[in-house]
């Protein structure tokens, strides 16, 4: 599309094709991958036919190469749940042969004399390999790849904006997405909003406001959020970057820098942004993988931090008055 002659209200229009990441077609509308598929079978039917020709009849050979020719095609350019027929077969034979019971703990080491391990019995959990080994206090997470950290970020709603404040928007968002050099991920989810405790912490506090009036529409408005809980499931949308550093980057917190420059390049967007902490990146990734399970209030500690009880308060001995 050429770009416009005068500067005008009227927003860019440019067609983007659907399947802009599909795999090129080489010939007959066949990919690479396809080719080499039905290439490999073809060399394989042509050896069977060359080595059995002279020992089984021709038409049984000719039917037993169709069915197999169509089964072939088939796995060439069938699709399932989004991907190639190979890939989806190939996955179910690894999900198949993975183990279904893990555990953080080490397995590996040796059985101690008194536990039976008899054939037949249930095999031990195999050991748990997270891609993730720790999160910093910063918020920066250590990945075999190298570090990363994580930005919240608001939405911004562009129907509501002008058409040249949709262009200066865009143009920002295209000026922070020229100006990455390693890998980002942006992950865009819906998360379920807790409004029974917002309720109950309205109901708590409604007794203290000053006025009876604010009182009263304190405690219908918790009413109304805990029925709008019971009827509906609330959701909320949660946009989180994921900006990476290279394992070999100068200096250390690397990743959480870039995660600042992050925050303050899409601050222009008139969006809210954060780098999360570890505490916030810990409760941000355990959210994504149960996200219908309540967050864990205070917090959770490493797996190597030793967990002591408060100490107790020494209470002075009162001096009897004589």
Same mark, same amino acid.
């Given at each position: 599309?050429?770009?416009?002659?005068?500067?005008?209200?009227?927003?860019?229009? *440019?067609?983007?094709?659907?399947?802009?990441?599909?795999?090129?077609?080489?010939?007959?509308?066949?990919?690479?991958?396809?080719?080499?598929?039905?290439?490999?079978?073809?060399?394989?039917?042509?050896?069977?036919?060359?080595?059995?020709?002279?020992?089984?009849?021709?038409?049984?050979? &000719?039917?037993?190469?169709?069915?197999? =020719?169509?089964?072939?095609?088939?796995?060439?350019?069938?699709?399932?749940?989004?991907?190639?027929?190979?890939?989806?077969?190939? /996955?179910? &034979?690894?999900?198949?042969?993975?183990?279904?019971?893990?555990?953080?703990?080490?397995?590996?080491?040796?059985?101690?004399?008194?536990?039976?391990?008899?054939?037949?019995?249930?095999?031990? @959990?195999?050991?748990?390999?997270? @891609?993730?080994? *720790?999160?910093?206090?910063?918020?920066?997470?250590?990945?075999?790849?190298?570090?990363?950290?994580?930005?919240?970020?608001?939405?911004?709603?562009?129907?509501?904006?002008?058409?040249?404040?949709?262009?200066?928007?865009?143009?920002?968002?295209?000026?922070?997405?020229?100006?990455?050099?390693?890998?980002?991920?942006?992950?865009?989810?819906?998360?379920?909003?807790?409004? /029974?405790?917002?309720?109950?912490?309205?109901?708590?506090?409604?007794?203290?406001?000053?006025?009876?009036?604010?009182? /009263?529409?304190?405690?219908?408005?918790?009413?109304?959020?805990?029925?709008?809980?019971?009827?509906?499931?609330?959701?909320?949308?949660?946009?989180?970057?994921?900006?990476? %550093?290279?394992?070999?980057?100068?200096?250390?917190?690397?990743?959480?820098?870039?995660?600042?420059?992050?925050?303050?390049?899409?601050?222009?967007?008139?969006?809210?942004?954060?780098?999360?902490?570890?505490? *916030?990146?810990?409760?941000?990734? %355990? *959210?994504?993988?149960?996200?219908?399970?309540?967050?864990?209030? =205070?917090?959770?500690?490493? @797996?190597?931090?030793?967990?002591?009880?408060?100490?107790?308060?020494?209470?002075?001995?009162?001096?009897? +008055? +004589?």
């Amino acid at each position: 599309m050429s770009p416009k002659s005068a500067l005008t209200d009227e927003p860019y229009r *440019a067609r983007v094709p659907a399947d802009v990441d599909a795999p090129d077609k080489v010939l007959y509308g066949l990919t690479f991958r396809q080719l080499a598929i039905l290439a490999v079978a073809a060399v394989v039917f042509y050896g069977g036919w060359r080595s059995l020709h002279t020992l089984l009849p021709a038409a049984l050979l &000719i039917g037993a190469g169709v069915v197999l =020719g169509g089964l072939v095609f088939g796995l060439a350019v069938g699709r399932r749940d989004g991907l190639p027929m190979d890939q989806w077969l190939l /996955a179910s &034979i690894r999900h198949q042969r993975a183990p279904k019971a893990l555990s953080t703990t080490d397995t590996t080491s040796r059985l101690p004399d008194w536990v039976d391990a008899t054939a037949g019995r249930m095999p031990l @959990p195999a050991p748990l390999r997270l @891609p993730a080994t *720790a999160i910093a206090d910063d918020g920066e997470i250590a990945l075999p790849a190298g570090p990363a950290a994580i930005v919240a970020a608001t939405t911004v709603n562009l129907a509501l904006r002008t058409p040249g404040e949709q262009q200066a928007l865009v143009d920002t968002f295209g000026r922070w997405l020229n100006s990455l050099s390693t890998p980002t991920q942006v992950v865009v989810s819906a998360q379920p909003v807790d409004l /029974a405790s917002h309720a109950t912490g309205l109901e708590a506090t409604a007794h203290r406001l000053p006025h009876p009036a604010l009182e /009263a529409a304190c405690a219908d408005h918790a009413r109304f959020l805990d029925d709008l809980a019971h009827r509906r499931d609330p959701l909320r949308r949660q946009v989180l970057i994921v900006t990476r %550093a290279h394992t070999g980057g100068r200096g250390g917190h690397a990743a959480r820098r870039r995660a600042d420059d992050t925050a303050r390049s899409l601050s222009g967007l008139g969006v809210t942004t954060r780098a999360l902490n570890g505490d *916030a990146a810990t409760a941000a990734i %355990a *959210a994504c993988a149960d996200p219908y399970r309540p967050p864990r209030t =205070g917090g959770l500690a490493a @797996p190597d931090t030793v967990i002591t009880a408060p100490a107790a308060s020494r209470q002075k001995p009162r001096k009897e +008055s +004589s």
